[in-house]
C-alpha cells in the first residue's frame, strides 16, 4: 500500500465567464491565456488552440489548451451564448492560480463570472470515496480573499 | 444583451484515481486516453503529453492532454501518491463522456475512485452568479445510473 498525503495535490478552480468582450480572436484569447499561466506563476510546456466555424451566420467559439508544468490550463468559448468555460489547474507551491483568474475575468472584459475551488487528490485509497473532506467550493467572485 | 441557454453548455466530470496499475508508462497512458476519447465518441484534434522525472529516486508522474472537437481530456498523475487526477469535458449531444469514465477506471486498474459531474455553462448573465441551479454532484462510483 503506497503511502499518501492528506493534503490536496492539486487545486483546480473552474471559473466560467458571461459576457465577454465581443473583439475577442483567436489571437487574442492564446496570447491572454498565456500570459495568464505566467502571471499565476506557471511554466508553460506547450499550447494548442483551435478556432472553430460558426453556423447560421453565428460566429464559432474557440477552445485552447496550455499543458504546464504545474498542471494545465483551458478555455472553451460560446460566443452564442456570450459564455466561456476555464480551467485553472495547478500544483506544487510556488503556483498562484487566482491570480490567473483574476487576470482572466479582467483582460476578458467578462461582465460576471462565477469561480468553484476544487482540492484534487486529497485523502487515500482507503478514505477517498467514502468520505470526501474536499467538496466543490463555491468560492464567489475574483479576486479571491485568501 | 445575449440570448442564453438555461441549459449547461458542457458536462465536466472530474475523476480522481487512487491505486493505480504500477506498470503505466507514459505510451500505455497516452493510448488508453486517447481510446477513451473515442469511446466518449469524441474527435481528438490534437494531443500532448509529458514523462516528468522523478526525485530522489520515486518514479516521476504524467501529465497529458487531449484537445477534442468537444472540447478537452486531461489527466496528471502522482505515481508518489498513487493517484491520477483526469478530467473529461465535453460539449454537444453525441458526446457520451460517461463511456470515456467507466472505460479509464476499468484499464488503468485503479481500485477505487471518486467521480463529480459539473454542468458548465448553465444560466444567464444576469443569473449565474447569484443563482447557481447546477452545483458540483457527487455521483459515486462508475458506472454512472443513467
Redesign the interface.
Known amino acids: 500500500m ?4 492528506p493534503a490536496p ?2 487545486t ?1 478552480l ?1 471559473l ?1 465567464l ?2 465577454l468582450d465581443p473583439d475577442l480572436d483567436a489571437d487574442r484569447v492564446r496570447k491572454v491565456m498565456r500570459e495568464a499561466a505566467l502571471q499565476a506563476g506557471a511554466t508553460i ?2 499550447d ?1 488552440f ?1 478556432d ?1 466555424d460558426g453556423r447560421d451566420g453565428q460566429p464559432g467559439g474557440f ?1 485552447g ?1 496550455l ?3 504545474e ?2 490550463m ?1 478555455i ?1 468559448t ?1 460566443p ?4 466561456a ?1 476555464i ?1 485553472i ?1 495547478t ?1 506544487g507551491e510556488s503556483a498562484q492560480p487566482h491570480r490567473a483568474c483574476e487576470f482572466l475575468v479582467r483582460r476578458f472584459g467578462a ?4 469561480l ?1 475551488i ?1 482540492s ?2 486529497a ?3 482507503e478514505g ?2 467514502e468520505h ?1 473532506n474536499h ?2 467550493r ?1 468560492a ?2 475574483c479576486p479571491v480573499p485568501s
Open positions: 503506497a503511502v499518501h498525503s495535490l492539486g483546480h473552474i466560467d458571461w459576457g510546456l506547450h494548442n483551435h472553430f477552445t489548451v499543458v504546464l508544468a498542471s494545465h483551458s472553451h460560446w452564442e451564448a456570450d459564455y468555460a480551467d489547474f500544483c461582465r460576471t463570472h462565477t468553484k476544487l484534487r487528490g485523502g487515500t485509497i477517498a470515496p470526501d467538496p466543490a463555491e464567489g467572485l
